[in-house]
Structure formats: structure tokens, C-alpha cells
């Protein structure tokens, strides 16, 4: 047993010298790599396989950061690009069609008597009595009213006998200087005396003409107190009952006793666009229909017209006088009035929808070069759903639809469908 011991306690010793020893024949070398130290974890106790995997985790994470940041960046480029083409308007265009102006047309119109006035008196006083109401009809001189006017009758009193008293006067002095005349003769007077007869017998005349002329003034006036109708027609208003106190003269409000239209005759004035003006011709045949007589026409003349285009509306005033004989049409109603003008040349028409209103007058978008254009336009005729443009575009134009009020000139947009628009490619 000690024996045994004692070789196994020298046993290492002797390992450990012969391994401390560099063994015969080795290369220098491996010698020194069999004396480098291992790995530290080693030392600690730690495998090579923890490290490896602690190696891996990091560049794992290291690899997500990595691809978050990159998504990030790309998601960012992502947003602007599609903001910036959130940021253009998407729009639908449209070519202008060509069409031909159309041969007749109807435009609305209002009827008028031919003539209409309103009755006035011409002396002041009480209404005694009237003799016409609403839709009477009356003929020239027919007594409409009949006014009482007392202090008329009074004035012309005083003024017959204001007549007569110069009249008188007249007498004596026509009648003294006829007598200084012919003493005159015998120098039984001076020509100073007789020429003051004379004179006297002349402004006794004039007395007379002015005393003369007030009567008949008087007289006119007091015949005012019948209103007669100045022409056939109707009575459309009344605006005086029994004991309506009636002021004239040029110090006063005239007041309206009745209004009367002659409808044997109607007038109907039109506004022709100005497209159609060089095709109204004064003579030429118009017709009238009404939506109180469907299928019943009514033919007319055109009497004359303004021969001037009104700047507000560009439109011509157009008066077309149309035969009346039964007073089927009213004064005040609203017609169509038909007109045949020859063929136009052919236009552009547009939707209605592609229209746009501003400050500056009517316009419309185009787009050209991927940039929207507003540029003025003219009607020459609205269909209603569709305008024909007088002015303004061209059929190879692309017109936007619909366009957004707060379209802006210049504004860059994106067509729907580029197959419809030759500028986008």
C-alpha cells in the first residue's frame, strides 16, 4: 500500500516533467503552440459554443436595426412621393364636338299692348262717377269718368264777367276815339288828345284778347271734367273710386284714374343672341306659341329692332307685332317666340359641366402640357345641356370636366384616362 502511493503521487510529477520538457525530435512550432494558452472563457470555465451563439445574436440584431432604419427611410420616400401625387388634382377631360347652329330657334318673350298708357286727369276736383271697370272694353271717346269741379266752375265765372267788364271798356274807348278823331278834323282837339284816345281803344283791345284767352283756358279745363277714351282698348286697371279727391297741375303728383291697352294688336319684344342678330331682318315672319293653347300658333311680323347689341346681355332687341282680332293674348304674358334663320357655319359645343363662372367672365380649363389653362370663352348658343362656344377653344383642345372652383391657371394635374388627352403621355 505505501508503495502503491508513493507511485501514484509520483506518477504526475513525472507527467508534468516530461510534458514540461520539449519533447525530442518536435518542430519549434508545435512546441510553441502546445504552451499558448487557450481561450480566456476557457479559463473562466466558459464553452466556445456560448460565445458563437452571443456572436450570432448580435449581428442578428444589429441586422434588424439595420432593416428597420431602411424600412423607415424607404416607408418616409414612400409617403412624400405619394403626397406630392395625392397633391396633384386628378382630373377628366373632354374635346370640344363639332356641331351646326341650328335653322329655328325659340327664345321667350313677353307681350305688350300696342298701346298702353295710363289715363290721367287733366283738371283738379271730386270723382263724381265712372263708367268702365277691369276688363271692359271701350272705344275712342267713350265717357270714362266724370269729375265735379266747383272751384273750376267758380274761376270761369269770375272770368266771363272779368270779359264782359273789358269788353265794356273796349266799347267806350273804340267809341272816345272815334269821337277825338273826328274832331280831330275841325281842330276842335289837340293831336295829342286824340292819338291818347287811341291808344287807350288799343290797350282796352288787348284787355280784351287776354280776358278772352283766360276763358277758353278755363273752359278747356272744365271740359277735362269728362274723361273720354283716347282709343279702343281695355281697361286693365282702376285706380280711383266715387269721391277720390283728383289733383292736378304741374305742382302735384299726377294720379293714375285708369290703364288702358289696346290688344287688337299685340307687341312682343324679344332678346335675339347676338349669334342670330345678322339673321333678323325687319319684315321677316316670326310665330308665337304659348303653353295655355298647346299646338295652336300664332303668326307675327318682325316689326323693327334696336340695331344695337346691349352690352349687359349681348343680346338685339327684336319687337315682332303679332295680330290680336280675338284677344286671345294677354298684355304681360310670357311666349316663345319661333324664328327661321339660315344655316350657320359649324361650331364647337361643349357640356355644360365644363363651364366655370369667375370675376373675369366665363371660362373654361384646358389642359396643355400636364398644367391646367383657363381661357375665356363665348356662347353662341345654349341647348341647355350643352353650350355651342363662339370663341375661345379649338377642337383639338382638352377641356377639363367638371373643374374644381378652386382651379388656378397654371395648377399641374393628372388626367384619368391619357388616351383622351394628346398633351399627356
Known amino acids: 500500500m505505501p508503495g502503491t502511493m508513493n507511485e501514484e503521487m509520483t506518477t504526475p510529477s513525472t507527467e508534468y516533467a516530461a510534458a514540461a520538457q520539449p519533447a525530442a525530435g518536435r518542430p519549434a512550432a508545435m512546441q510553441a503552440a502546445a504552451v499558448q494558452p487557450g481561450p480566456p472563457g476557457s479559463r473562466r470555465g466558459l464553452p466556445t459554443a456560448v460565445w458563437v451563439a452571443f456572436i450570432v445574436i448580435v449581428i442578428v440584431l444589429l441586422a434588424v436595426i439595420a432593416y ?8 418616409e420616400r414612400a409617403l412624400t412621393k405619394e403626397t406630392k401625387a395625392a397633391a396633384i388634382p386628378t382630373v377628366e377631360v373632354t374635346r370640344p364636338s363639332p356641331s351646326k347652329l341650328s ?16 289715363i290721367y286727369a287733366r283738371t283738379s276736383g271730386y270723382l263724381k262717377r265712372w263708367y268702365f271697370d277691369i276688363g271692359s272694353r271701350v272705344k275712342k271717346g267713350q265717357l270714362m269718368a266724370q269729375i265735379e269741379t266747383p272751384e273750376l266752375d267758380q274761376q270761369l265765372q269770375v272770368a266771363q264777367a272779368d270779359l264782359k ?35 287807350d281803344a288799343t290797350a282796352k283791345q288787348a284787355a280784351v284778347d287776354a280776358s278772352e284767352a283766360n276763358v277758353r283756358r278755363l273752359q278747356q279745363l272744365q271740359s277735362f271734367e269728362n274723361v273720354y277714351a283716347p282709343f279702343d282698348g281695355i281697361v286693365t286697371a282702376r285706380r280711383i273710386d266715387i269721391g277720390s279727391l283728383i289733383a292736378a297741375g304741374a ?16 307687341r312682343v319684344y324679344v332678346a335675339v343672341p347676338e349669334a342670330y342678330s345678322g339673321a333678323i331682318r325687319d319684315g321677316g315672319q316670326a310665330s308665337l306659341t304659348l303653353d295655355e293653347y298647346p299646338g295652336k300658333t300664332f303668326e307675327g311680323r318682325i316689326a323693327r329692332n334696336s340695331n344695337m347689341i346691349d352690352q349687359a346681355t ?33 361650331t364647337l359645343s361643349l357640356p355644360s359641366n365644363t363651364l366655370l363662372f369667375r370675376s373675369q367672365g366665363l371660362q373654361v380649363g384646358v389642359v396643355r402640357d400636364g398644367r391646367a389653362v383657363l381661357v375665356p370663352v363665348t356662347i353662341a348658343h345654349d341647348n341647355g345641356a350643352t353650350v355651342e362656344i363662339g370663341t375661345g377653344v379649338t377642337a383639338t383642345d382638352n377641356v377639363i370636366l367638371d373643374p374644381s372652383d ?6 399641374q394635374v393628372h388626367v384619368t384616362d391619357p388616351r383622351n388627352a394628346a398633351g399627356e403621355q
Not at 428597420?68 to 416607408?75: F, M, Q
Open 68 to 75: 428597420g432604419v431602411l424600412s423607415r427611410a424607404a416607408a
Open 406 to 411: 378652386s382651379l388656378a391657371n397654371g395648377q
Open 165 to 199: 267788364s273789358t269788353q265794356a271798356n273796349l266799347n267806350l274807348a273804340n267809341t272816345t276815339s272815334s269821337r277825338y278823331q273826328n274832331l280831330l278834323k275841325s281842330n276842335s282837339v289837340s293831336k295829342q288828345e286824340t292819338d291818347q284816345a287811341m291808344s
Open 103 to 118: 335653322d329655328a330657334i325659340a327664345l321667350p318673350g313677353n307681350t305688350q299692348g300696342y298701346t298702353d298708357t295710363p
Open 251 to 266: 305742382n302735384t303728383t299726377p294720379q293714375e284714374l285708369f290703364h288702358l291697352a289696346a290688344i287688337s294688336q299685340i
Open 314 to 346: 349681348r343680346t338685339l332687341n327684336v319687337e315682332v307685332d303679332v295680330a290680336n282680332p280675338k284677344g286671345l293674348l294677354l298684355p304681360g304674358a310670357y311666349v316663345f317666340v319661333h324664328f327661321k334663320v339660315p344655316d350657320h357655319a359649324e
